[in-house]
Each structure stands twice: as C-alpha cells, then as structure tokens.
C-alpha cells in the first residue's frame, strides 16, 4: 500500500511538472511579453557571465581582459594541449544541472546565456563549424526545459567584433560593420542556431548583439547608420527557419541609444537596453518607455550590476515599478558579493594574476616570469574545483536587493 502510494504521488508529480511546461512559444503582444502558456510574464534573472565568453575581471585580471588574452596566458603557463583540456573543465564545471536548479529555486523564471562565436566556428575559418559551443547551448536548454527555467540565448562576442572592446573579445573596434564576411558569419551562425533550437519552447528568444558600437570612436554615427539594417538581415535568415522566437534587439553604445531604431519591422520583437552606474531615477530609462510607448513594443533590461546591495535593490524597485522586466550581472563571480554566488581567490592563483599582468612583452620574459610547473597546476586545478556550485558562497544580501527573501 505504501509503495503504491509513493508511486501516486511520484505520478501527480510529474503530471505537476508537465503542466507546468509552456504550451507554446513565448511572444511579444504590445508593450508586454506572454509566457508559453499565453500569461504576461515579467521577466526577472541573471546573466551566466564567463561561461561561455570568459572576461578577464572574473579571474582577477586587468590588462588580460577578454578571452584570447586569458587564452594566451594559459597557453603560455600550461601549453595549448592542456589549456584546450582547462577550457573544457572549466565549462563543465562553471555552469552544470546543479546552477540551473539553484537558480530555479530562488524564483527566477529565466536566464540569458552570453557566448562567443569562437566556440561554434573557427574565426580564421569562417565557414567551418565545431560542435563545442552548440553542445554547450545544448546542456543547458535541456537542463533549463527540466527546471521549467526560461532561456535567451546572447552573441556575446560577434565574428569581427561588435563592441569594439575587451566585452565582445575583438581586435578593439566592430569591424563587423564594416566586413561583409563578418556579417555574413553572423547571420549565418544565427541562422544555424535558430534551426536547431527552432522547436524549443523554453528558449525565450535570441539577442542578437550585446552592446553594439561602444561609444568612443568618433565615427560611431557613421557605425550606428549600420546596427539596424544588419538586425533586418539577421531577422530575416532567422524568420526563414524560425517564425516563432522573440528576437532581442539592443541600441547602439552598449545598448542605451535606441534613437538608431525606426519603427518594428518584425511582428516579435523585444527591444533591450543596459545601464550602468548611474542615478536610479526615472529619468534614466525614461527614453525606452517612451520607445515602448511610442510603437507599442516590450522592453527589457538585459543587464544591469556590479554595484553595491542597496543601488542594485533601487533600481530594481525603479524598473518593476515600470513594468520592466529584468537580467542582472552576473550570477558567479570570484570573490566578490556582487553577484549570486562568489567562489574564492586562492594564494596559489595570485601567481597567476601576477604573471598575467606582469611583463610579458617577448619570449624572454615569457620565459623568466613563469611561476613553477607546479604552482600554476595547482592553481588551475584549484580553480576548478572552486568553481562548482557546492564550493561556491551564495550572498544573501544580494539575492534580498534582487527581491528574494
């Protein structure tokens, strides 16, 4: 009787789980967003940062501050052999099932993932595609579609650069406006993720490019002129696989200038902006519901952070007061309590950061500023074992400024 009993239960569970799925896709429906299951949902998560585009603040580095640099730096230390196997450890071990259900538990409805190209084509090799960043994107739909834990998928890092900075890991300028090849890759890669992720239901939708045309050249207006027309060619490669995703658009200079828009040319569309280290007044995102007044389209905040407990809780206060859904940054940093969980520095790691920021300006240095074979294993290994969730420490008083008690 017990057993049959356990067994019940076990099935109204899963029944539970079930229906819990979205029906259909997530869509735009005026100035809102509706779930799969036709409900107006207000968007509220958090950015899986250095994941799939590591950033050289997460490890404690200044000067090495994208992801080919941090590359190169372990490269240097371990080989490349043994830092090809670092870089799989590392993403087998920073983001697992284990992050996904945490983040589930908290009460977050979904997640935005930032990758970068190089994990889906050869950069000097456009046209030859690999499986490591698609397996990625794999891992963690599925697991997101256990968790019923919406997902947005972010380029994070363009072919060419889109940013023009350490953020999108380019050579410091988007050359991707002015490379027809670039742009091409691009499209093609959106279109090659659209095709494969065209009938998942828990990803929420695609954005498109993180903070195009950061805003210190001074021919950003001549660059701006180029963001939207691209967006169209993107949409339209991905409407010819995919009718059914929300597509993300972010403005120009790190997504706040939405004045390079005209009106919606796509019947699903989602405007992002992203705002930093400013007032939390009403005045500073007054433009974007204006925007969204205006066209009577959803707006969203796709990132937004590093900051202190009490600014992070104000502005949250400001962007639900105005119907704004949110994704803040990031959820797992090292040592640090602006995030949702922090894992720590080691002593053994500062050797490395002295070495990365050190000289390093010719093969001699190279050479004569390496720390020994053994400190610097010891410090990868280290690193990550310190990455996995149950080795993290979760802040609490940051999850109480996001709303979480």
């Not at 009787?1 to 997530?26: C, E, G, R, T």
């Not at 640099?69 to 230390?77: C, R, S, T, W």
């Not at 196997?85 to 977050?108: C, P, Q």
């Not at 600014?311 to 040592?335: A, Q, V």
Request: proline content about 3%.
């Amino acid at each position: 009787m017990k057993k049959n009993l356990i067994a019940f239960l076990l099935i109204i569970l899963v029944a539970q789980q079930n229906n819990s799925q979205p029906k259909d896709f997530a869509k735009a429906s005026g100035k809102i967003l509706l779930d799969g299951n036709n409900k107006e949902i207000l968007l509220k998560g958090i950015n899986l940062g250095n994941w799939l585009n590591p950033e050289g603040y997460m490890f404690k580095f200044q000067k090495v501050n994208s992801f080919r640099l941090i590359d190169n730096v372990i490269k240097e230390l371990v080989g490349a052999d043994d830092a090809r196997e670092f870089w799989k450890s590392f993403r087998n071990n920073y983001i697992t099932k284990e992050d996904i259900s945490f983040i589930k538990k908290l009460g977050l409805n979904h997640i935005r993932v930032p990758f970068n190209f190089k994990l889906f084509l050869v950069e000097d090799h456009p046209d030859i595609f690999v499986e490591e960043g698609f397996k990625r994107l794999d891992d963690v739909i599925k697991w997101c579609n256990q968790e019923n834990l919406y997902v947005i998928l972010d380029l994070h890092a363009a072919p060419g650069g889109q940013t023009g900075d350490n953020i999108d890991d380019s050579w410091g300028y988007p050359f991707l406006f002015e490379n027809e090849i670039a742009q091409h890759s691009t499209i093609n890669l959106w279109k090659k993720i659209a095709e494969r992720y065209k009938d998942e239901k828990i990803v929420l939708g695609y954005d498109l490019l993180n903070e195009p045309i950061a805003h210190f050249f001074e021919n950003k207006s001549e660059l701006n002129k180029e963001l939207e027309p691209l967006y169209k060619r993107i949409v339209s490669d991905i409407r010819a696989v995919d009718k059914n995703h929300i597509i993300f658009l972010g403005g120009a200079q790190w997504n706040t200038n939405f004045e390079i828009f005209s009106s919606p040319f796509d019947n699903n569309l989602c405007y992002t902006f992203h705002k930093y280290w400013m007032p939390t007044k009403q005045e500073e995102i007054q433009a974007y519901i204006d925007f969204r007044d205006k066209y009577n389209v959803p707006i969203w905040l796709g990132e937004s952070g590093e900051n202190d407990d009490e600014w992070i809780n104000s502005f949250r206060e400001l962007l639900e007061k105005n119907n704004i859904g949110w994704s803040f940054w990031p959820y797992k940093k090292m040592e640090s309590t602006r995030g949702i969980v922090s894992f720590p520095i080691t002593e053994v790691w500062e050797e490395v950061i002295k070495y990365a920021e050190g000289q390093r300006e010719n093969f001699e240095q190279i050479r004569n500023s390496k720390p020994n074979r053994e400190i610097v294993n010891n410090a990868l290994s280290e690193l990550l074992e310190n990455i996995k969730l149950k080795n993290c420490t979760t802040n609490l008083s940051y999850l109480k400024a996001l709303g979480i008690d």
